[in-house]
Every structure is written in C-alpha cells, then in structure tokens.
C-alpha cells in the first residue's frame, strides 16, 4: 500500500511539474483578430451620396491574418447621429498591421497595403438604431495605405461611383 501511495504522489508531482511550464509552440491563435479604434486628428470620406463628410473615429477590425475591414465615422445630418463607411480589405502580400490579444489590437506596422474588396455604409440616430439597411458593395479596382499615420483608402463602384477617406491619427 505505501508504494502504490508513493506512485501516485510522484505521478501526481511529475503532471503538475509539466503543467507549469508554457508549451512550446502554443501561440495565440487570434493575433490579427479584434479591433483598434483612435480618434483622428484630421479625416473625411465620400460615400454613395458622393458628398463629402468629415470623421472623427478611425476603427481596423482585424478578422483573420488577410482580412482587415477599415471603418470611418463621422457624424449623421441630425445631432447626435453617425454615418460610417467601411472598406473591407484583403491582405495580398504581408498581413494585417494588427497585433491582437483578447480582441483588443493595437497598430503594428508603420505601413501597409491592401486590396479593397467591398464597401459598405450604414446610418444610426442619436439612440444607435439603424436609420435603414446597411448598404454594401463589391469594389471593382481599390485599395488601402497606410503610410507616417495617415490612411488612405479608395474604391470604384461597377456604376463609376468612386469612394475614398483619408484619415490622419
């Protein structure tokens, strides 16, 4: 009895040994997966409407390694109401410019390129409800830069339209 006593505490010693120590290879599976958010210092963008609009938040919502959708929100025509236009990208060379831990990401690069792959714009009143459907859009030709904090993003509608923001941060 004492030795199989004696196997089961140096069994159990020898698992909580192994346990404290971090696994090599174990890596964060969501570094490029969350949002960054920053207020600008100077920004607009034309949407549909092709009116241009000023903005004041910047958002990079990371969503895999390639997928990084650009948002700009600017105020609404009434107070208290937002208008945002989003640019969803797909990263062909390098990856996003994220680095994410538990959704939370800040800016990683200094510069990056990407792909534009749709737009979207959507409308909310001062209580944050939608003030109709979303609207969104494949881009036929776009992309977005992101060079000395300042992002440029532009895309052409199949229709002509042309989208474009510019935010300094």
């Avoid at 990079?60 to 989003?86: C, F």
């Avoid at 990208?89 to 538990?102: D, K, M, V, Y």
Wanted: charged share 20%; proline share 2%; aromatic share 6%.
């Amino acid at each position: 009895m004492d030795r199989s006593l004696a196997l089961r505490l140096s069994t159990l010693l020898l698992l909580s040994s192994t346990m404290s120590f971090p696994l090599r290879g174990a890596a964060d599976p969501n570094l490029k997966i969350g949002r960054y958010e920053t207020n600008t210092k100077e920004c607009s963008f034309t949407g549909s409407k092709q009116e241009s609009s000023d903005c004041i938040t910047l958002q990079l919502k990371g969503r895999s390694a390639s997928v990084v959708a650009v948002r700009l929100i600017g105020h609404g025509s009434t107070k208290n109401s937002r208008r945002q236009l989003t640019f969803v990208t797909l990263t062909t060379q390098g990856e996003s410019p994220l680095e994410c831990s538990a959704g939370t990401c800040r800016l990683d690069a200094q510069s990056w390129q990407s792909a534009v792959s749709s737009v979207a714009e959507a409308s909310f009143n001062s209580n944050g409800i939608a003030t109709g459907l979303p609207k969104a859009w494949a881009a036929n030709n776009g992309e977005c830069r992101l060079k000395d904090r300042v992002l440029r993003c532009s895309a052409l509608h199949i229709n002509g339209e042309i989208y474009k923001a510019e935010a300094h941060f």
